[in-house]
């Protein structure tokens, strides 16, 4: 398939105490091993099983992933801001590929 | 002309072939809803499996939003929101989603931190036909809390 492209939406810049929306989307199929060919053969599973969201290498916010979550998988949480830093957001596939994606905020 | 129903009549005057098409209708009530509860066991056991011998309260604390109906089971929103402070000493550990009817029951499960601010998190779920979609969450203090949520589903969301 095409090389999977994920996709974030959190703010540049926050308060401090404040709490922030994030949003995140990653192109996947997301192919359940529930489907079957046109031959009838089951279509192997593959999806992301496992989505990590850190701030400065401490966990946010984690999901483990079912084939029931849909095709491009999207998720939005929240973090409370306490300092300035990096988000790194990392997605793992049944393949054995890890996405990932990192990003600054400031806080004023 | 014999009527087909068993309106109007009463048990005395019940013919050989009505009591037969009722006894029928009878077996076919009890057999229908049986695929339909091993289905709802394995999401059971799911939820058994996350307690782990602890027990999930309705209690309000946990809030699931679902369409009430969604046309493509392919792509149901689903948030789910715990009422929690969110402080290093109470706040919302995991929350699980599983959909009791479909092939398997399980969705996603979210884990939360203390960093985390709000418990509230949001996804796109499919769902293979009109069932419950069930949170169920973990909190610091080991309490477990839950909340059910029915969603009718137009077209199912498994493919062929």
């Known amino acids: ?108 | 002309m014999k009527a087909l129903g068993l309106k109007g009549k009463t048990m005395e005057d019940m013919t050989r072939r009505d009591a037969l098409a009722f006894a029928a209708g009878l077996v076919a009530i009890t057999v229908l809803p049986l695929p339909v509860l091993a289905a709802e066991e394995t999401a059971m056991d799911e939820i058994n499996k996350f307690v782990g011998g602890g027990e999930a309260a309705e209690s309000g604390r946990v809030t699931l939003e679902t369409p009430e109906i969604a046309e493509n089971g392919n792509t149901v929103p689903l948030t789910v929101m715990v009422d929690s402070p969110m402080t290093a000493d109470d706040y919302v550990k995991r929350v699980l989603i599983v959909a009791d009817a479909n092939p398997r029951p399980g969705v996603a499960t979210f884990h939360f931190s203390p960093k985390s601010g709000v418990a509230e998190a949001s996804t796109r779920m499919r769902l293979a036909r009109t069932q419950n979609v069930i949170a169920v969450a973990e909190l610091s203090d080991g309490s477990f809390h839950m909340a059910k949520s029915m969603v009718k589903v137009t077209i199912g969301g498994c493919g062929g």
């Open chain 1, 1 to 108: 398939m095409a090389k999977s492209k994920p996709r974030v939406k959190a703010p540049k810049k926050a308060d401090k105490g404040e709490v922030i929306a994030i949003k995140t989307l990653i192109s996947h199929k997301m192919e359940s091993g529930q489907r079957k060919d046109k031959k009838g053969d089951l279509i192997p599973r593959q999806i992301i099983n496992r989505f990590t969201a850190k701030f400065n290498g401490e966990s946010v916010f984690e999901v483990d992933i079912e084939p029931a979550i849909s095709a491009n998988p999207y998720l939005q949480f929240n973090m409370r801001v306490e300092e300035a830093g990096e988000f790194e957001f990392i997605w793992e596939d049944d393949d054995g590929s890890v996405y990932t994606k990192k990003q600054k905020l400031d806080v004023t």
